[in-house]
C-alpha cells in the first residue's frame, strides 16, 4: 500500500517527526506493526472504537493538537525538565482540571480516550496517555512508564536518560523524589528493592495498550460483562499473541461463554507453549471435556 500523509497539524504546535506510514484503521493492523510503529494513541483511540462503533480516529487525535496549542507559545523546551514537568502538569491539572478519578476508580470510562478527554477524568495510564501527547507537542520529551501498581510518566532532557524527572499523573502530576518513588513500590511491591534504571524503564507502546486492556478486562469481568471482557482478552492477544497468561484466561473464558472451538484452539496453544506448566494437567483435562461439546457461540 502506498503511503499516505498523516492528518495536517492545525495549531502551531512543535511535534516530532512521525514516519510516513498509514494510520491504522482497525485495531489488527495496529497490533501487526513494528514496535517501533505502534502509536499509542492510535491505539487507544480504536480500543474506544469497539466500545463506541464509528470514532473517527483522526478528529480525536487531533483534539491533543488544540489542547497543546496554548503551551506552544511557551518555550519549553529550553527549560529544565524538572521545569518541564511543573509546566505541563500545571496547565493539565490546573488549567484544564484534568484529575484521577478517585471517586469511581473502576468507571470504564476511565480507560476510554474520549471519555477521558470529554470527562477530564481517568486512571494513571489514560492520564498518563494525555500528559505525554500533549508534551510531546510543546517539546517535552514525556514517556510512560509501567511503575508496579501505578503507572507514571518519566520528563527527560533531550540528550539524557540517567536523569528522569517522575510524575504522577493520577494525582495532579506531581514530582515523585525517591523517597516518594521508594514508598509508592513499597505499597505495591513489598519484596522488591527501588532500582531507578529498573522502575523507571519507559514503557513501549505495546506495553501500554497492554496494559489499558488488562484493565478494561478486569473492569468489565468485575461488572459480570464477560462479552466485553473477551473482547478486550482479543486486544491484548492482537499485541501479544504468545502470551501464556493471556491465551489460559481467554481460553478458559471462551469455554464458559460456550465458544468451545476458541476455548480448544486457546489452549491447545498455551499447552504447545508452555508443556510444562503448573497447571499443564488440568488444561488437558479441561481439552478432554470440550472434546465433546458443541460451540452454543459462533
Known sequence: MRAMPLPTIRTAVTVPTLPLTPRPTTFEQLAALPDELVDVATGAALIARDAYGRIDVDRLLARFDDLAAPLAVRDLAS????????????????????????????DPRNSLLPDVLDRKLGIPITLALVYCEVARRVGVRARGVSFPGHFLVRVDARDREDAPVAVNPFFGGRRLDDAGLKRLLQRAAPSQSYSAEEHLAPASARTMLVRMLINLKWVHATRGDFARALLALDRIISLTPDSAPA?????????????????????????????????????RERLEELRGKRSVLN
Open 79 to 106: 527549560l529544565s525538565p524538572e521545569d518541564q514537568a511543573d509546566a505541563v502538569s500545571d496547565y493539565l491539572y490546573g488549567t484544564l482540571d484534568f484529575r484521577g478519578n478517585e471517586a469511581d476508580y473502576y
Open 247 to 283: 491465551l489460559r484466561e481467554r481460553g478458559l473464558l471462551a469455554a464458559r461463554l460456550g465458544a468451545v472451538e476458541a476455548a480448544r484452539a486457546d489452549l491447545s496453544r498455551l499447552l504447545e507453549l508452555v508443556p510444562q506448566a503448573p497447571d499443564a494437567n488440568n488444561i
